[in-house]
């Protein structure tokens, strides 16, 4: 009764069922890149590029950038794309005393295709500088020089909340909450 197997309807079967895999491994990473995300908690910096008005964005920021914490950064795939198209590399170099000393770290892909970077802010620092590099191939991919993304030469620049700063705010707005329930009661 079963001997016959309909070879159609089980070519059909067996693509849905790795259709269906795909999609489960491409969500669950998105998903737990953007779980990792709220879990951390991290502000981040997004340097983006707006393909249909050609246009820049120097940096938006999601959160407060507070010394003493971790921040993210961003930079976009499109960006990347128009700026340093023939680098698989991409790094950040950042400093927190206008460039008296700096760092460098490379940009990891993200399940998403965007470039980032996690970064630790000293407690002491109030502001952080950053630009962008790759090397620019030369022959067989030996670099002879460097291609930049920094703002046309001033550096992209981030202001940054001292813990002090957070913990005057907070008393500030535990003292507002406060005067605003005694005018309620009145």
């Known amino acids: ?8 309807v089980l070519n059909a079967i067996l693509m849905a069922a790795v259709l269906f895999n795909a999609m489960l491994v491409y969500t669950s990473s998105a998903a737990a890149e953007a779980v990792d995300k709220i879990k951390n908690g991290s ?6 590029y707006n393909g249909d008005s050609q246009k820049y964005t120097h940096f938006t920021v999601e959160g407060s950038l507070i010394a003493g914490s971790k921040a993210r ?29 700096c760092q460098d770290v490379e940009l990891k892909h993200s399940a998403s295709g965007e470039l980032t970077a996690v970064i630790k802010l000293p ?6 500088q950053i630009a962008f590099f790759a090397a620019y191939p030369y ?10 993304d920094s ?35 009145i």
């Not at 009764?1 to 159609?8: D, E, T």
């Not at 001033?154 to 913990?167: M, P």
Request: hydrophobic letters at 35%.
């Open 43 to 48: 502000p981040t910096l997004y340097f983006t």
């Open 1 to 8: 009764m079963f001997n016959y197997i309909n070879y159609n």
């Open 123 to 128: 407690a002491n620092a109030s502001t952080i």
């Open 151 to 185: 703002n046309y030469g001033k550096n992209f620049s981030a202001n940054l909340i001292s813990a002090k700063e957070l913990e005057n705010k907070k008393k500030f707005e535990n003292l507002s909450g406060a005067a605003e329930k005694n005018t309620e009661n």
């Open 139 to 148: 022959d067989n991919y030996r670099a002879w020089g460097f291609i930049w």
């Open 73 to 101: 950064i961003v930079y976009d795939a499109k960006r990347k794309d128009v700026l340093f198209k023939n680098n698989s590399a991409v790094y950040m170099r950042y400093s927190f005393d206008f460039w008296q000393s």
